[in-house]
């Protein structure tokens, strides 16, 4: 991918990204305000994090990870006809192991949401609206898996605009389930349960045409002895827990806040909504265009090409991560109160997920660094060393759980304060070892060009933040709901204009962020 064309394709997906991540607000505000934290909604936020989960583990992590850097090699080592049967083998592996998964978990959903959500065991009401809950949303991953599937072919021959545009729908089927089709039922949140799954079909029949412009909408045929099939497994296997910590760590919170009081998963929810738009917006999206430029690099030799790929992401990553994790600890509760205090969900809930996104605002720099650490192991298709480094941030996480939720309860502050701050450490635990390796075997270091850049960021950033805790004491609480927003808005622009002047002042400028 020529370098031009590789910010050109960050731009194309951080754009569809930043459409799907304001819809993805709206969807938030609306779900909140019309069946506010707790009870039902924690019910609905617990079945769906299940099959999300493993969307994230299986298709979009390891998948992806394992799947991009062989169909790569194929591209340029093989023919047509080859690169079709790698698909239509890989296609019909997916669908059978996915179609069993989906039919065991519909089958036994007391048995899963027993496991993941232990504490509703004790409510019967609410454990059984969340497992019937599970059977609607679970076939979610079958068609969402399937389009992860044809995202990453279509991401290799640098086509990012349909599988970018995916989630978008998504958001649209729960908002039209939440505002139009819930009072049609008995129990309305199960109207989301059914725009889950549409939704994820949707989203896996808008990447066909694409698929069959490129010639490679093939049908799928099972061989577990095809040898590509076979490498995609074995780099697989590792690779689930080498990209997907992050997710492993957050629905360990579930698990733990499902038997804190009512309420804690859907604060913990909000709160990571929040942190999640800077890192779906520049994280994801500089993770998603970087893995084929770097597997195409590694399949022809190019250490030079490699290096500055990982180099020209970290800058980016950096220039986004250091301020957005700023400006979220010190907006938190503005943001909670403009955007989600209406309806159902109450200042207290307000205060309680401002809370968490406190806490977890200081990982968002560490879970973006992930997004472009783990992809340069992955296309090199080394997955031993990211699944060692996964294993640590696991148990860090729980060491972490235990210890901060502790002094939580020591303090006599509410505990999802802790989960959340667990997940800020062990975010810093994995992007750290994964630097780590990476420096100690020489394929990628930060070099001397950079203190000047860490300086510069550090010193607009202060800016930033002074800007920031000079405007809130005039933020309007006492306001209607537009007004707020209309001054968070102000807030983040004024922060933004002052972050990108400083940055000027310091002799930054645009071009350092060319790629090379």
């Known amino acids: 991918m020529a370098k031009s064309r590789l910010f050109r394709s960050t731009m194309v997906v951080s754009s569809m990204t930043m459409l799907s991540r304001v819809l993805g607000l709206l969807r ?18 617990v079945a769906f994090k299940i099959p999300n989960f493993l969307r994230r583990l299986f298709a979009e ?55 993941f959500a232990p504490g509703f065991a004790e409510q019967p009401d609410k454990f059984a609206i969340t497992a019937e809950l599970l059977r609607l949303t679970f076939p979610y991953l079958l068609f969402i898996s399937m389009t992860a599937f044809a995202s990453g072919i279509l991401q290799s ?93 957050l629905l360990l919170n579930t698990v733990f806040a499902s038997l804190m009081i009512g309420g804690s998963v859907s604060w913990l929810y909000a709160a990571e909504r929040m942190s999640e738009l800077p890192l779906g917006l520049i994280g994801v999206a500089i993770g998603t ?47 909670m109160q403009a955007l989600f ?12 997920s401002a809370l968490a996104l406190r806490s977890m605002a200081g990982g ?36 972490f759980s235990v210890v901060f939720i502790g002094i939580f309860y020591f303090l006599e502050m509410p505990l999802h304060g802790g989960l959340a701050l667990a997940t ?8 750290g070892l994964l630097y780590y390796f990476l420096y100690q075997r020489e394929i990628f270091r930060f070099g001397s060009h950079w203190k000047k850049l860490f300086a510069q960021f550090a010193i607009a950033t202060s800016a930033m933040v002074a800007a920031l ?28 204009a002052v972050y990108g002047v400083v940055l000027l002042a310091t002799g930054f400028r645009p071009r350092q962020l060319k790629h090379g």
């Open 61 to 115: 992590g390891a998948f992806s990870q394992a799947f991009v850097p062989v169909l790569s090699e194929y591209k340029e080592k093989y023919s047509l006809q080859q690169v079709q049967i790698l698909v239509s083998r890989t296609s019909g592996a997916l669908l059978l192991v996915l179609s069993m998964l989906t039919v065991l978990v519909i089958l036994i959903a007391p048995w899963v949401v027993t496991l």
């Open 157 to 249: 021959y640098g086509r990012f605009a349909a599988p970018a545009f995916a989630p978008v729908l998504l958001n649209l089927c729960m908002i039209g389930g939440a505002l139009i089709f819930a009072p049609m039922f008995d129990t309305p949140i199960m109207a989301l349960g059914y725009a889950v799954a549409i939704a994820g079909l949707l989203q896996f029949l808008i990447q066909l045409p694409q698929l069959w412009q490129q010639k490679l909408l093939v049908a799928p045929k099972v061989d577990f002895k095809h040898e590509g099939v076979r490498r995609i497994l074995k780099l697989m296997l590792p690779a689930i827990f080498g990209v997907s910590v992050t997710q492993i760590n």
């Open 28 to 45: 938030d505000v609306v779900l909140l305000g019309v069946f506010g934290a707790g009870g039902l909604m924690d019910a609905f936020l």
């Open 364 to 399: 968002i720099l560490g879970f973006m660094l992930i997004k472009i650490f783990a992809p340069a192991f992955f296309a090199r298709q080394d997955t031993k060393t990211p699944v060692k480094i996964g294993i640590i941030s696991v148990f860090a996480n729980m060491i």
């Open 341 to 352: 205090l209406r309806g159902e969900f109450t200042l207290r809930d307000s205060q309680m």
């Open 289 to 335: 265009v970087i893995l084929p430029s770097l597997s195409k690099s590694e399949a022809q030799k190019d250490d030079v090409s490699f290096k500055k790929t990982i180099d020209w992401a970290a800058r980016l990553i950096i220039l986004v991560g250091v301020p957005a994790s700023a400006a979220l600890f010190i907006l938190a509760d503005v943001l």
């Open 469 to 496: 805790y000079v405007m809130l004491p005039y933020f309007p609480t006492d306001e209607a709901q537009w007004q707020r927003i209309i001054a968070l808005l102000v807030m983040c622009a004024v922060g933004a």
């Open 424 to 431: 800020t450490g062990a975010a810093f635990v994995n992007a």
